[in-house]
């Protein structure tokens, strides 16, 4: 099953930081390249698991990570712990226990997470992957989701905003319910998380300014990926920053916003060879 459950050899640990722990996928020798994985919103380092054996394979030591609040990794019941600013300190800090530059690859959410701690540490890493990410705050349907759910989430909770996020999945044309026990994973991982997060992580993405710019001026490579059908931040978006950032840029096929789940074998292709471009 090539999905969020499969997460082939690699092994679940918990790394330690002052005030925080975060639950995290490993997979590959120790004395490789790193390679560090941040999900989005709502996501988890489950998100990543179709990737991690192939790139480890490739040669890279590869580590995916959940968010703080997110499934595994306690988090705070403060809000403004939730910034891409604040939640970037956290990527910093989990870079900072590699001898060597990372690899840091964000996706959704966590791409302007990612960037954040790309713009505050640029020496910490040898490159940033931007995986169906966007310049600014996210906008369109995905936007005015987040709005419709939040009175929910007040008045229902978690499980209030499941329930409601399934209804409307389900009213979807061409809806197909997940396995069983992929279901059944993805309702006890929502659940699992804080509702704090959930809150103040959907405000930060309708409020990220464009910082575009900031990355630009920290002379790390970029690459800016995403699934030819994406429906988060347009690909037209994408590639318009793509083209600001002077990055490079692929498009993965067979896949919308989460290629790692959608098309696999795509997303490591269009990884390896970007990493293995910069030697």
Same mark, same amino acid.
């Given at each position: 099953m090539i999905d969020q459950l499969a997460a082939g050899s690699a092994r679940r640990i918990v790394v330690d930081l002052p005030q925080q722990r975060i639950a995290a996928l490993q997979a590959g020798a120790?004395?490789?390249?790193?390679?560090?994985?941040?999900?989005?919103?709502?996501?988890?380092?489950?998100? +990543? *698991?179709?990737?991690? =054996?192939?790139?480890?394979?490739?040669?890279? !030591? @590869?580590?995916?990570?959940?968010?703080?609040g997110q499934f595994e990794?306690?988090?705070?019941? &403060?809000p403004a712990a939730y910034?891409?600013? /604040?939640?970037?300190?956290v990527v910093r800090a989990l870079a900072a226990r590699f001898p060597a530059p990372v690899h840091?690859?964000? !996706?959704? +959410?966590g791409g302007l997470v990612s960037r954040a701690a790309v713009i505050a540490e640029p020496a910490r890493f040898a490159s940033l992957v931007?995986?169906?990410?966007?310049?600014? *705050?996210?906008g369109g349907t995905r936007r005015a989701s987040i709005e419709q759910l939040q009175? @929910?989430?007040?008045? *229902?909770?978690?499980?209030? @905003?499941?329930? *409601?996020?399934?209804?409307a999945a389900e009213s979807e044309p061409g809806f197909a319910a997940p396995h069983p026990d992929l279901a059944e994973f993805l309702e006890r991982r929502f659940l699992g998380g804080s509702p704090t997060m959930l809150q103040a992580m959907g405000d930060a993405l /309708?409020?990220?300014?464009? /910082?575009?710019a900031d990355l630009a001026a920290?002379? @790390?490579?970029?690459?800016?990926? !995403?699934?030819? &059908? =994406? &429906?988060?931040?347009?690909?037209?978006?994408?590639?318009?920053?793509?083209? /600001?950032?002077?990055?490079?840029?692929?498009?993965?096929?067979?896949?919308?916003h989460s290629p790692a789940v959608e098309n696999s074998t795509g997303t490591v292709a269009v990884l390896v060879d970007f990493w293995r471009s910069l030697g």
């Amino acid at each position: 099953m090539i999905d969020q459950l499969a997460a082939g050899s690699a092994r679940r640990i918990v790394v330690d930081l002052p005030q925080q722990r975060i639950a995290a996928l490993q997979a590959g020798a120790p004395d490789a390249p790193v390679a560090l994985l941040v999900p989005g919103y709502t996501g988890s380092k489950e998100d +990543f *698991a179709p990737l991690l =054996d192939p790139l480890a394979g490739s040669g890279l !030591h @590869v580590v995916a990570i959940d968010l703080p609040g997110q499934f595994e990794s306690p988090g705070p019941d &403060d809000p403004a712990a939730y910034t891409p600013d /604040r939640l970037g300190e956290v990527v910093r800090a989990l870079a900072a226990r590699f001898p060597a530059p990372v690899h840091l690859l964000g !996706h959704s +959410f966590g791409g302007l997470v990612s960037r954040a701690a790309v713009i505050a540490e640029p020496a910490r890493f040898a490159s940033l992957v931007l995986l169906s990410s966007g310049p600014a *705050a996210l906008g369109g349907t995905r936007r005015a989701s987040i709005e419709q759910l939040q009175p @929910v989430l007040a008045g *229902a909770g978690l499980p209030g @905003v499941y329930a *409601a996020m399934l209804a409307a999945a389900e009213s979807e044309p061409g809806f197909a319910a997940p396995h069983p026990d992929l279901a059944e994973f993805l309702e006890r991982r929502f659940l699992g998380g804080s509702p704090t997060m959930l809150q103040a992580m959907g405000d930060a993405l /309708r409020h990220e300014p464009d /910082r575009v710019a900031d990355l630009a001026a920290t002379g @790390v490579p970029v690459l800016v990926t !995403h699934g030819v &059908d =994406d &429906d988060a931040w347009s690909p037209s978006t994408q590639h318009d920053m793509a083209t /600001r950032l002077g990055a490079r840029y692929a498009v993965i096929p067979g896949s919308a916003h989460s290629p790692a789940v959608e098309n696999s074998t795509g997303t490591v292709a269009v990884l390896v060879d970007f990493w293995r471009s910069l030697g």
